[in-house]
């Protein structure tokens, strides 16, 4: 549990943070999505980056297709060409994976905290539950209400009750998955006892058409859904996406809508803001020209001008700036290993520097004697013989 208390730390102060808006707009639905926009807000930055990030990967791929079929037989080479083109166009294939994760605690945070807590038989204790998986103060507004399932609606939605259980008074399960029963005494986490007693059913309407809302709600958060990758998919030039990423981006907006399907529709009006969110940032996005059909073209040149207007600041070395200098070692190191096995075999076949003689007289310079215990040649006389 202790490696787990940042989380949990997170968890409540997000709870608290819901809490303190309600005090002020008593108003559960309202809450929720000023606590989304404040959440997308504090992300805006991070949000941004993912956005570029992505869409300048998707932009990209076209060229690297080509790169690989160019240089098809030369794995090491084409690495290296997609090397330079991510630096030349200023783009880090984790770029978009760290923002994305740095967000998934928030978003993993407020499906937490906007689910309704849940009850738990005590044991040795008749006619107990105890409040498991509240992050809410206990002292709040917010926590009577979400407990006694009292003031959690917007207009005539419920936003405890899901899609699945609209239209029906819904009969809640404790944690040994039994029936809630109605009037059981409650105690908080630490076991000390709450002002209020327990309810087994949800008000989820009486009708047929009590449905429709809830499933209105749901499809408006699938389009939603679909439409930012839309977006996204238009501002990227043809053939970025795959056939398999255009699959997974049809599919995934069905999969929300199963999930939202069983989710309380607190979770879907909160996900249902936050792609609305989505789709305006990616909007302003659009209209900058950050991305775009030309926004690589764009970038690639403001790299080329931002290295032109330094030419002697080095610039600071990244992940790819990395990996493409380790590249270029191992590759010069491969080619100056073979040029040097070569050149130290011609040098041991005994050749000579220039201007020394096989004697090993210098030309024009003095004769070296020859060694010890060696005869010196006789001299020759003129006009005979030697030893005639």
Known sequence: MIAFAPFQALLDSIGWVLARIFDLIP?????????????????????????????????????????????????????????????????????????LLLQFPILISMY??????????????????????NHLPEDSALFKDVITH?????????????AAQSGTQAQLKDTAGQPVQNGWALQDGQGNPLPYTSIGTLDCGNSPTAKIP?????????????????????????????????????????MFGIFGFQFPAGLVLYWM???????????????????????????????????????????KKGFMAGMMERADKARQQSDGGGKGGSSGRETGKG????????????????????????????????????GS
Do not use: W
């Open 150 to 162: 009292t003031n959690t609606g917007v207009l005539i939605v419920n936003l405890q009750c899901s």
């Open 214 to 254: 809830y499933f209105l709600l749901l499809i408006v958060m699938v389009g939603t859904t679909f439409y930012q990758q839309r977006q996204m998919q238009k501002a990227s030039p043809p053939g970025a996406a795959s056939s398999q990423q255009q699959a997974i981006m049809k599919f995934m907006p069905l």
């Open 27 to 99: 108003n559960y639905g309202v809450s929720i999505i000023l606590l989304t926009l404040l959440i997308r807000l504090i992300l805006f930055p991070l949000g941004m980056k993912q956005i570029k990030s992505m869409q300048a990967m998707q932009a990209i791929q076209p060229r690297v297709k080509d790169l690989q079929k160019k240089y098809k037989g030369n794995k090491q080479k084409a690495q290296e060409e997609t090397m330079k083109l991510y630096k030349e166009a200023g783009v880090n294939p984790l770029g978009g994976c760290l923002p």
């Open 351 to 386: 050749s000579q520097p220039k201007g020394t003689s096989g004697s090993g007289g210098t030309k024009g310079g003095p004769r070296k004697p020859p060694p010890k215990n060696q005869p010196r040649p006789k001299p020759r006389k003129p006009g005979g013989t030697d």
């Open 273 to 315: 803001v936050s792609n609305l969110f989505q789709i305006g940032q990616q909007g302003f996005l659009l209209r900058a020209g950050h991305i775009g059909p030309d926004a690589l073209d764009r970038r690639i040149a403001e790299q080329k001008a931002r290295a032109a207007d330094q030419p002697e600041k080095p610039a």
């Open 112 to 133: 937490a905290v906007i689910r309704a807590p849940v009850l738990a038989p005590v044991d040795g204790q008749s006619q107990t539950y105890l409040v498991k998986n």
